[in-house]
């Protein structure tokens, strides 16, 4: 199981200064939307120039232009980039063409589909690499989702990555699932010891 740690916040000095103490516990650092907002495709510069060896991801939420804006997120140095689901298949296919191109990736971001098994199962035909399963930040209930996720997983082989406001204590609720992946945000870049929360999170994915 691979350990996703996800920045989301605007200050990009913080973000670069976190990542390098966690970056040997960590498989993907993911450049989340908030900073990509603020400061653009320069935010993937800045923790690729940082960062050299890190796989990057960048969650740009993709919708529109698929081969365009993949071109430039994953030209600015990001190794995945986020493309949602809800979108049309044809945005989907072209980023993901796109991102085989420079021998990147694309995870499909099912949280807006109308069917998430659905787009599941098609994810593969379209050229996703893997599927990224979650619910809006803002809900109150952050494991409601989970109940789709036979639904979701039932219906593709492709890795799948559970996001979700994941502490040591939910952790114990996805844990079972076995997903291929979690995407953990703010309890470790908001912990005390980053690296050491990091490393805790790091040991259960290896360990499982």
Known sequence: MNLQVSFDFTDLEKAIEIAKRIEPYVDIIEIGSMLIYQYGSAAIKTFREQLPESTLLADAKVIDRGKESATILLGAGANWVTVMAGTGKNVIHAACTTAHGFNKKVMLDI?????????????????????????PFDEEDPLSFLDKWDMVRGNTNLPIYISAKITRDTLEKIIPLKPDGIIVGRTITQAEDPAQEAKYFYDVCKNK
């Not at 949280?111 to 893997?130: F, T, V, Y």
């Open 111 to 135: 949280i807006d589909a109308s069917s998430p098994g659905q787009s599941a199962l098609e994810a593969k035909n379209l050229g996703a690499d893997a599927i990224l399963f979650h619910q």
